[in-house]
């Protein structure tokens, strides 16, 4: 009896250092209807194919949709910038897949618009797995094979209207912000890097699109490239750190009304500081007059 729990017990900790838990997931009944299937595939064209394009519909409250279109790919990094705080919360939820698998498919743009018109959610199985690496949370959705279609899931966000993304490459990402919301302020918020295109669409909203993202050349790469007169590749795999922050679009006009109304009062204080050294000023002169026996100055 002894032995079989230490084996137990030896199971449990060999699975809890590995630090990944695999995990067969089938989606029961999502919900699909919450989710926006643009077919969004501009700039996205890839060795006769598309890179994957994530578009990211941000909220208010904490929460993030996100609409993934996959093409003849069988494995989904996610890499989550969630709030600490909350800790009981669930970082991924309602996923939903529509689709097919690659080789019963065939890439096209005409294949995504059915798929969006459609929305028959798919009943194509993976797993999900968690591992921490370097300090980064990974929450992997893994299928058998490669698919081809939409995966889409809600993601929870840091508290704050502040959007933070790790992109890969290659890829396409649009960051969608909520109706009567903006960015660009020097002193509030802008997007960084500066996005490739910025738009509005049919609901008025803000949509900032990044191309293709490649991890920016440092400047010391830079530097051996002009000295060498050679391109230095840079990894085909790499990452960069996409940020929004974004406020409502009355913000500046009640941030300038705010600068205006503190300014007015800072001077007021000024101009009655000034005044009453003035004033003492010429106390004091009158007081040292009449202890000198002189007539003060008017």
Same mark, same amino acid.
């Given at each position: 009896?002894?032995?079989?729990?230490?084996?137990?017990?030896?199971?449990?900790? %060999?699975?809890?250092?590995?630090?990944?838990?695999?995990?067969?997931?089938?989606?029961?009944?999502?919900?699909?209807?919450?989710?926006?299937?643009?077919?969004?595939?501009?700039?996205?064209?890839?060795?006769?194919?598309?890179?994957?394009?994530? @578009?990211?519909?941000?909220?208010?409250?904490?929460?993030?949709?996100?609409?993934?279109?996959?093409?003849? !790919?069988?494995?989904?990094?996610?890499?989550?910038?969630?709030?600490?705080?909350? &800790?009981?919360?669930?970082?991924?939820?309602?996923?939903? =897949?529509?689709?097919?698998?690659?080789?019963?498919?065939?890439?096209?743009?005409?294949?995504? !618009?059915?798929?969006? &018109?459609?929305? $028959? =959610?798919?009943?194509?199985?993976?797993?999900?797995?968690?591992?921490? @690496?370097?300090?980064?949370?990974?929450?992997?959705? $893994?299928?058998?094979?490669?698919?081809?279609?939409?995966?889409?899931?809600?993601? &929870?966000?840091?508290?704050?209207?502040?959007? /933070?993304?790790?992109?890969?490459?290659?890829? =396409?990402?649009?960051?969608?912000?909520? !109706?009567?919301?903006?960015?660009?302020?020097?002193?509030?918020?802008?997007?960084?890097?500066?996005?490739?295109?910025?738009?509005?669409?049919?609901?008025?909203?803000?949509?900032?699109?990044?191309?293709?993202?490649?991890?920016?050349?440092?400047?010391? =790469?830079?530097?051996?490239?002009?000295?060498?007169?050679?391109?230095?590749?840079?990894?085909?795999?790499?990452?960069?750190?996409?940020?929004?922050?974004?406020?409502?679009?009355?913000?500046?006009?009640?941030?300038?009304? %705010?600068?205006?109304?503190?300014?007015?009062?800072?001077?007021?204080?000024?101009?009655?500081? /000034?005044?009453?050294?003035?004033? /003492?000023?010429?106390?004091?002169?009158?007081?040292?007059?009449?202890?000198?026996?002189?007539?003060?100055?008017?």
């Amino acid at each position: 009896m002894n032995r079989q729990i230490l084996l137990v017990a030896c199971f449990l900790a %060999v699975i809890s250092l590995s630090g990944c838990t695999d995990v067969a997931k089938t989606p029961i009944a999502p919900n699909s209807s919450v989710y926006e299937y643009d077919v969004f595939l501009n700039g996205s064209e890839l060795n006769g194919g598309f890179a994957r394009t994530s @578009t990211f519909y941000l909220s208010t409250n904490s929460s993030v949709k996100v609409v993934n279109i996959i093409d003849n !790919e069988s494995l989904i990094d996610i890499m989550p910038l969630e709030d600490l705080t909350k &800790t009981d919360a669930e970082t991924l939820s309602n996923i939903v =897949v529509i689709g097919d698998y690659a080789n019963n498919t065939s890439s096209s743009i005409d294949l995504f !618009e059915n798929y969006s &018109t459609q929305q $028959n =959610v798919s009943a194509l199985n993976y797993t999900i797995s968690e591992k921490v @690496t370097k300090g980064q949370k990974h929450i992997y959705l $893994n299928f058998t094979e490669p698919i081809r279609g939409y995966v889409a899931y809600t993601m &929870t966000s840091s508290t704050g209207q502040e959007f /933070l993304h790790i992109a890969q490459t290659p890829s =396409v990402v649009r960051v969608v912000l909520p !109706e009567s919301y903006t960015t660009g302020n020097l002193l509030i918020g802008r997007a960084r890097p500066k996005p490739d295109q910025i738009y509005y669409d049919n609901y008025g909203r803000m949509n900032l699109v990044w191309n293709n993202t490649n991890a920016d050349k440092s400047s010391l =790469v830079t530097m051996l490239e002009t000295t060498f007169n050679r391109e230095i590749q840079t990894p085909s795999n790499t990452l960069k750190l996409i940020g929004v922050k974004f406020y409502k679009e009355s913000a500046p006009r009640s941030l300038l009304i %705010v600068g205006v109304i503190l300014g007015s009062l800072a001077l007021i204080v000024i101009m009655d500081s /000034l005044n009453k050294r003035r004033k /003492l000023r010429k106390l004091r002169e009158q007081i040292e007059a009449r202890a000198s026996g002189k007539k003060p100055r008017i």
